[in-house]
């Protein structure tokens, strides 16, 4: 199998996967219907193999595979179980690749932490999570509102700016609006980590930009205990965070318009 993840997020084009049998083109690989709920890698006999959306926005290439019948029609190979199968290896194979990336992510922020200004964005060295995250962000949030069977394991890919990594109050506006590495924010399993005392839930502001979400007076309220707020930038991360309130952590989210626990 030769495959790649593509430097840019193309929402437009299904998907970049293209399926030989025995070197032979069979057909491109489907991307699975956007209805809500729906798992297209399902092994039903009438339904059509297709990788979910977000990887098939990512990925870029040709699956190879000898195991299929060549001669049958393109319907019938994308009815087959082998290929249900086989997409979902490209896929496990594919979260375990970007796991393996974001790991080593957050040891070279880890090592990286007593540096002055070290969450400053200008001037910070990228790591390849930091590229891809930055071209697949959007990706990767999509997978959290769609990819049921995935979920769990894209929730701890995603990053959020919050108001720990905020650029300084003296900040100059090119800085402060310049955008974070996702070195530079933090994953649910971090927050959590670093959870104050006491602190009865994960607590997000939706807005434009982190730079907007402190501008927020609903803000102060929560930061004034000494918690620590997420910032969701988009509508998608937004839903994205819905679907996480059904996580494996076993905390709530609270988005900090609506009324606060004490």
């Not at 956007?34 to 979910?52: F, N």
């Not at 594919?94 to 796991?99: A, K, P, V």
């Not at 394991?153 to 506006?173: K, Y």
């Amino acid at each position: 199998r030769q495959m790649c993840i593509r430097d840019s997020f193309d929402g437009a084009r299904a998907c970049g996967l293209r399926l030989y049998v025995r070197r032979v083109l069979v057909c491109d690989l489907l991307a699975q219907p956007r209805a809500a709920g729906v798992d297209a890698r399902a092994d039903d006999d009438g339904a059509r193999a297709a990788l979910p959306n977000w990887a098939a926005r990512m990925l870029n290439g040709v699956v190879q595979c000898d195991e299929l019948p060549l001669h049958a029609s393109r319907e019938t190979v994308q009815r087959t179980r082998a290929l249900s199968q086989l997409l979902r290896l490209l896929v496990a194979r594919l979260l375990s690749h970007l796991e393996t990336m974001a790991a080593e992510n957050t040891m070279a922020a880890e090592n990286t932490m007593a540096a002055e200004n070290t969450m400053a964005a200008e001037g910070a060295e990228r790591t390849p999570f930091d590229a891809l995250y930055a071209a697949h962000g959007d990706a990767l949030k999509l997978g959290v509102t769609e990819d049921e069977g995935s979920r769990e394991r894209l929730l701890g890919l995603i990053r959020f700016a919050s108001t720990a990594n905020a650029p300084p109050a003296d900040a100059d506006a090119a800085d402060a609006a310049a955008p974070l590495l996702a070195s530079q924010m933090v994953s649910l399993d971090a927050y959590v980590g670093r959870m104050a005392a006491g602190q009865p839930a994960i607590y997000y502001l939706a807005g434009e930009s982190l730079r907007a979400v402190r501008a927020m007076p609903a803000l102060e309220r929560v930061t004034s205990r000494g918690y620590e707020v997420c910032a969701a930038r988009a509508t998608r991360s937004r839903r994205g965070a819905r679907r996480a309130r059904r996580s494996a952590h076993t905390l709530s989210l609270i988005h900090i318009s609506e009324p606060t626990r004490r």
